[in-house]
């Protein structure tokens, strides 16, 4: 069975960083290309970043570039998304999310193909002063 386990997320302060972990199993991690989305409270889903197989290729949505990044350590079977200058609008749950073919090019994604990826149950992030 698939299973991808989100943590790390909290409460911060406009500014503040966070370390974000997906921990995968039940499939060979190292074959695919992974992904994180959010959800902000009311508003669809939003790609936020992608990474390739090997880590070699990450691509942010123009919203968190300069300031998130994604990694992974297929060693250890585990996403990473690092937040940094964080905002009040980055207040989302965030999910890590599996594409369905192995070996997927990392491209952005819209609500519509976020949506059919396959998520963990998430972990909250609140940026707040």
């Known amino acids: 069975e698939v299973q991808l386990v989100e943590s790390g997320g909290g409460l911060v302060q406009p500014g503040g960083s966070l370390r974000l972990s997906c921990l995968a199993s039940?499939?060979?991690?190292?074959?695919?290309?992974m992904n994180w989305v959010r959800q902000a409270p009311g508003k669809g889903l939003e790609w936020v970043a992608g990474i390739s197989v090997r880590g070699s290729t990450s691509m942010y949505a123009d919203s968190v570039k300069g300031r998130f990044t994604i990694s992974r350590d297929n060693a250890k079977n585990t996403l990473y998304l690092q937040l940094d200058a964080l905002k009040t609008v980055d207040t989302a749950m965030y999910y890590c999310a599996k594409e369905a073919a192995a070996y997927s090019v990392v491209k952005p994604l819209n609500e519509y193909e976020s949506g059919r990826l396959l998520r963990g149950q998430g972990t909250r992030v609140t940026v707040s002063s």
């Open positions: 039940g499939f060979t991690f190292s074959s695919y290309t």
